[in-house]
């Protein structure tokens, strides 16, 4: 009916299944007066095939089954490996920017504060250097003294 499992060739189900004829029914309804059986199974696409089967009148079995297979959408595994791949690449790029970020909202502070540091320095360079250089002239006019002696 389906043209799948063991008898797929239509010829070959013909040849084998001459017990009974499925009748293919749009949905099927269980009819639990007549003593019909739901049964449902799974082929090898994974799909669900559902039927019912009872015996008539004149002991026959007689089988309902369901035009169309119920098949579960189609897992695009590409789409979800390459998703999975950005998706780990966009993190790694937003840690990245993030800690660009913040390492260079530290450096300005540290440069700030650097840059403050040497401005205060001047003046007590220039205080340093001119009693550095006070001293040497005062060392200079001692050893000129030692000199003349």
């Given amino acids: 009916m389906y043209g799948t499992g063991n008898y797929s060739v239509p010829e070959e189900c013909a040849r084998n299944c001459k017990e009974f004829v499925p009748e293919g029914v749009e949905t099927v309804i269980v009819d639990v007066d007549n003593d ?10 994974d799909c669900k095939y559902n039927f019912v089967y009872y015996y008539n009148e004149t002991n026959c079995l007689q ?22 791949i950005a998706a780990v690449v966009l993190i790694g790029l937003a840690l990245l920017l993030l800690w660009k970020l913040l390492t260079t909202i530290h450096d300005r502070r540290e440069f700030a504060r650097f840059e403050k540091e040497r401005m205060m ?11 550095i250089n006070h001293n040497q002239i005062e060392l200079l006019r001692i050893l ?3 000199k003349n002696f």
Avoid: H
């Fill in 36 to 45: 019909e059986v739901p049964c449902f199974g799974t082929d090898e696409d």
């Fill in 63 to 84: 089988v309902r089954a369901q035009n169309e297979r119920e098949c579960p959408p189609q897992v695009y595994m590409l789409g979800i490996v390459l998703g999975v």
């Fill in 121 to 131: 320095a001047k003046w007590d360079t220039v205080r340093i250097s001119n009693i």
């Fill in 144 to 146: 000129r003294t030692f």
